[in-house]
């Protein structure tokens, strides 16, 4: 008795079919994701930190109010909660963008889109 294949020679077109198509979708979504900006706040705003998908920082805004001496180590820590603020908002966007790319198959979360 011969051992029957799971994949004929169709299973196997339409599979790779289908892995060239996620491959294009992730390399779309890459594309969309390097030219986000994401903007992290701290202090209800005082501070604002907007980053690229590339977790470039392209900008920080600190508002008139803390730029006093005395302020110099709060003014450190919510910058710092800003830039993380940000961090955060960029990952949560790639995990939706990459939820999208093809919802019949799971994909890691933390997947590399660096292609």
Known sequence: MRLQYMFD?????????QAKEIQEKMKNV???INIMK??????????????????HCIK??????LLK??????????IT???ND????INEERKNKISNI?????LPNDINLMI
């Open 9 to 17: 020679a169709n299973n196997i077109n339409n599979f790779m079919k």
């Open 30 to 32: 890459q594309k969309s």
């Open 60 to 65: 920080v805004k600190i508002d008139n109010s």
């Open 102 to 106: 093809n919802p019949g198959i799971p």
């Open 81 to 83: 909660a800003a830039f």
């Open 69 to 78: 001496k005395s302020e110099k180590n709060i003014l450190e820590d919510l």
């Open 86 to 89: 940000a961090n955060k908002k």
């Open 38 to 55: 994401i903007t992290g706040e701290s202090g209800a705003g005082l501070v604002q930190i907007t980053l690229n998908g590339k977790y």
